[in-house]
């Protein structure tokens, strides 16, 4: 018989909390000294209270980050097969008044003419198009390697882990996007220096966030959707009415054959790799709740069962 190991999960648990911690800082060092590309494009308020006040991650958030490192690692195989060569965790930072910025693009490919900035992605829901925050990340790697390197083009290399999928997007350098990322980074910075809390902005990570217990923008409530979640409010409503309408027609079909089946008295057969069998169900007993409450309401109380409050979404 089989038993739950709560020894080896808790080893593990410990063991990847360990390996997180190392490997943070021998990649990215002490974060709360200097703004990343992944800094910007996340919510102003949850970037400056992950510097100044860090909460310890979660055994299931250190999961997630560990997918991360996964899907970098399948990016680094094609890489390496396909012998070309390519630079990682390459760490580029600001001059000037912007040497408060660092970044660690996840690769730098050697085309020859040019170099290409890669950066990877692991997600359950790979999008159409990448979102905003993604490429203004990638825009500022680009524009601060530009200073060294030419660059025109980097590519977001999206993995789902669980489906094997894999979707890549060409980002073009734009030095407008490039000013929108610099500026996103210098107001982040000022509120560290300054220690104002920014500005909180609604995404799609809002519910993931370890700040979103106080955070000013949840408790007002939204009457809009990021951007990002727009393109997937989309992309559900057209699921959904494919969905319907797959249904529809396979109820129709269902229909055809059973109405064949049953009246040749047919109970299984054979359709090249198919096998189609028929069989008649004896109908389900239930229970007229209603009628039960009514008639004997001391039973129905005693009896019934109040199921867990859940959430409801509907798109017309």
Request: glycine fraction near 6%; charged fraction near 25%.
């Amino acid at each position: 018989m089989a038993t739950t190991n709560e020894k080896f999960l808790n080893f593990l648990e410990n063991g990847i909390k360990a390996f997180s911690k190392k490997n943070t800082a021998e990649t990215l060092g002490d974060r709360s000294t200097y703004v990343g590309s992944s800094d910007i494009g996340q919510c102003p308020r949850k970037a400056f209270l992950t510097k100044t006040m860090p909460v310890e991650a979660s055994f299931q958030q250190e999961l997630v980050f560990l997918r991360g490192h996964m899907a970098e690692s399948v990016i680094r195989y094609g890489l390496q097969g396909g012998k070309i060569p390519f630079e990682e965790q390459v760490e580029v930072a600001g001059e000037g008044d912007h040497a408060f910025i660092k970044t660690h693009i996840d690769f730098v490919v050697n085309m020859g003419t040019e170099n290409i900035v890669v950066e990877c992605k692991s997600t359950n829901a790979i999008p159409e198009t990448p979102y905003l925050s993604w490429i203004l990340q990638v825009q500022l790697q680009m524009g601060l390697l530009r200073k060294s390197k030419k660059v025109e083009r980097g590519i977001i290399a999206v993995i789902n882990l669980n489906t094997g999928a894999l979707e890549a997007f060409d980002v073009s350098f734009s030095e407008e996007m490039f000013q929108m990322a610099l500026s996103r980074a210098k107001n982040l910075w000022e509120a560290l220096e300054t220690k104002q809390e920014p500005q909180a902005e609604t995404g799609s990570l809002c519910s993931f966030c370890s700040y979103k217990g106080n955070c000013p923008a949840l408790h007002k409530g939204a009457d809009s959707l990021p951007l990002e979640l727009e393109q997937d409010a989309l992309r559900y409503a057209e699921l959904q009415k494919a969905q319907k309408d797959a249904q529809k027609e396979a109820d129709g079909l269902k229909s055809k054959l059973m109405d064949f089946m049953s009246a040749t008295n047919t109970k299984k057969v054979q359709v090249q790799d198919l096998s189609i069998s028929y069989s008649l169900m004896k109908g389900r007993v239930g229970v007229d709740s209603k009628a039960l409450a009514e008639q004997h309401p001391e039973i129905f109380e005693t009896l019934k069962t109040v199921g867990k409050d859940y959430g409801m979404l509907r798109i017309s």
